[in-house]
């Protein structure tokens, strides 16, 4: 494929992928609370919280598949009367009304079980070995002997507040969670309604909205996904009937209250903006490849014409010309070592001997120490000489390993340590191509690291939308440059003075092979040189087709050197040899309280 068609290709999926970054970042940063029903949720929370501390929530739980109880679990310590030592909040449990024929039950803070109503020793010893199981500390809730079927469930239980107030000369500050990120299910709809309160704020983090009412202010919203906070921040006149668990002295409540408003508005509004960032930060990705592609990617005009019809004379190896000129740049293929063998029986290192239908491969020993080798030549010979024998017939060899374990492992690691390129391929790659690469990686590292920063804060602020759009960024991201990054590096990049008349050339000369130029009025000029032709042309990947031009000539050598490669081209490239080698190159929203509700 040409560059200017790799160019296309590879600006055309990263626009689609940055474009799609950007539709799923810009939505999730606007509707921040998303998440699914599951098999169990609540489809109606009702709550009121009076001026004396006094907390009745109404859960309407839905089972989509049988469960052995319903809970309403806190963060905060819960008990039966006694106050925890230490503990600056607790919440004591008033009542638990639950469905016909259920038990409910309160495990305090200290994991005590204590049933309120009768039960047999059964119902409390199943009860007790599934609060072990569990582990639950500071939960209320009702326990079905027979289990619940799918439907819907209520539950009402009732609490008295004890929470820590922060209280300046005219109000004090309660600051309430009652529902804490990733400790309850989806809820429907929620209301809640606060009673001799001066001022309701609900935390920037949560869904929903405010009404004030006669002497009451109304908390209500649809939709609460398990990652989100429910957190309201209510003002009462000091000196109301609410029990404090502790007080702290503050200079203004209003003031403080609005500070923590404002802050947690500045971190949702950062969240939503990270995570915009990192969409546009992907989406910009075509125009980041453009612009690399203008500056440093697009060759000048070569200063002389090329040469078609012969190999060209630029001074590479085939192995070498197949690491620079086919495929990607500074990848080798399996071509490479068909090639290099061809080429070496060429110089007449390689013996190539037709016997009976079978080509014979040999060594020439003395035309080996007269040839000096390159790394990648000496391992070719080195896999040559596994083989074995002093004439082998490949055919016969592959047989013999698919016999003999041991000899497939060496060959197969031998053929594999061929495909890695060595110090000296990676020195040519370099000389040859300056990439450009680095210059993706800005934008894709501020993109990730925007998408970080969204997710981490998502989670901190209990916003499940951005959160997981924060994740879902991170991957599109990377995803929106891979194709720039996986792009031959010539496309991003350049060639270095002398290279790209070179690159040239073996574009004309693989032109020339395609167009079959190849008859006998081409040919005539190569009379003698087919192992040469064959080398670069299995080097470029055009092998077996120059090889059935040859047979068509009718010339005698050149069909004993179609034979002869496609007999090597058989029993090494399509793996008989080489093996199976490459062919081309979440925390609560803060808050006195939390928890929330569920069902096991």
């Not at 802050?263 to 950062?270: E, I, K, Q």
Request: proline share 5%; charged share 20%; glycine share 14%.
């Amino acid at each position: 494929m040409g560059e200017k068609r790799l160019l296309a290709v590879t600006l055309t999926l990263s626009l689609f992928l940055g474009l799609a970054t950007l539709a799923v970042a810009v939505y999730l940063s606007e509707n921040p609370h998303q998440g699914s029903r599951g098999e169990v949720y609540i489809s109606r929370y009702e709550a009121s919280l009076d001026s004396d501390g006094v907390l009745r929530e109404k859960y309407t739980y839905v089972l989509g598949e049988r469960k052995q109880m319903i809970y309403r679990s806190w963060d905060t310590p819960l008990t039966r009367g006694d106050r925890p030592l230490g503990s600056e909040g607790y919440i004591e449990v008033v009542g638990v009304a639950c469905p016909p024929g259920t038990v409910p039950y309160v495990v305090d803070y200290r994991g005590e079980l204590e049933l309120l109503l009768p039960a047999s020793p059964e119902v409390r010893g199943d009860v007790e070995r599934i609060i072990e199981k569990y582990g639950v500390r500071s939960e209320a809730g009702c326990y079905a002997p027979q289990g619940l079927g799918p439907g819907a469930y209520v539950a009402v239980y009732t609490f008295q507040l004890h929470p820590p107030l922060r209280c300046g000369p005219d109000a004090c500050l309660l600051d309430l969670s009652l529902a804490a990120a990733g400790r309850h299910v989806y809820y429907d709809e929620f209301s809640v309604a606060v009673s001799g309160a001066q001022m309701v704020y609900l935390h920037p983090a949560s869904p929903g909205r405010v009404e004030a009412g006669h002497g009451s202010w109304l908390v209500e919203g649809k939709g609460l996904p398990s990652k989100s906070v429910l957190r309201i921040l209510a003002l009462y006149p000091r000196g109301t009937g609410m029990p404090a668990g502790s007080v702290e002295e503050v200079e203004d409540a209003f003031a403080l209250a609005r500070s923590m408003v404002e802050d947690a508005w500045y971190r949702v509004s950062l969240a939503k903006t990270m995570l915009v960032g990192a969409g546009l930060a992907a989406a910009a990705a075509p125009l980041v490849g453009v612009g690399v592609y203008l500056a440093r990617g697009r060759e000048g005009k070569p200063r002389y014409p090329v040469p078609q019809g012969v190999p060209p004379d630029t001074g590479e190896k085939p192995w070498q010309v197949n690491l620079l000129y086919h495929g990607q740049v500074g990848s080798l293929s399996t071509d490479a070592v068909v090639a290099t063998i061809l080429d070496l029986a060429d110089s007449g290192v390689v013996k190539l001997r037709e016997s009976s239908g079978r080509v014979l491969l040999s060594l020439d020993e003395e035309a080996l120490k007269g040839r000096k080798l390159d790394g990648f030549e000496a391992a070719v010979v080195e896999l040559l000489r596994t083989l074995g024998g002093e004439e082998v017939d490949l055919k016969e060899v592959g047989e013999r390993v698919k016999r003999d374990p041991e000899l497939k492992a060496r060959i197969k690691s031998l053929a594999l340590k061929l495909m890695v390129p060595g110090k000296e391929a990676e020195r040519l790659a370099r000389e040859a191509v300056e990439s450009s690469r680095l210059f993706f990686a800005a934008p894709l590292i501020a993109s990730i690291l925007m998408a970080v920063a969204a997710a981490v804060l998502g989670h901190q602020l209990g916003l499940q939308g951005i959160m997981g759009g924060g994740v879902i960024a991170l991957l599109l991201s990377a995803l929106t440059y891979a194709p720039l990054l996986a792009a031959p590096v010539y496309v991003y990049g350049r060639w270095r003075p002398g290279y790209l008349e070179k690159y040239l050339a073996w574009r004309r000369f693989l032109g020339w092979l395609d167009e079959m130029g190849v008859g006998r009025a081409g040919l005539s000029r190569l009379a003698g040189g087919w192992y040469k032709l064959l080398a670069y042309a299995a080097a470029l990947g055009r092998g077996e087709k120059v090889a059935r031009v040859l047979e068509d000539t009718g010339i005698r050598e050149a069909v004993a050197a179609a034979i002869a490669y496609s007999y090597i081209h058989t029993h090494y490239h399509r793996n008989r040899l080489g093996g199976a080698v490459p062919s081309g190159g979440g925390g609560g929203g803060g808050g006195f309280g939390g928890g929330g509700a569920g069902a096991r």
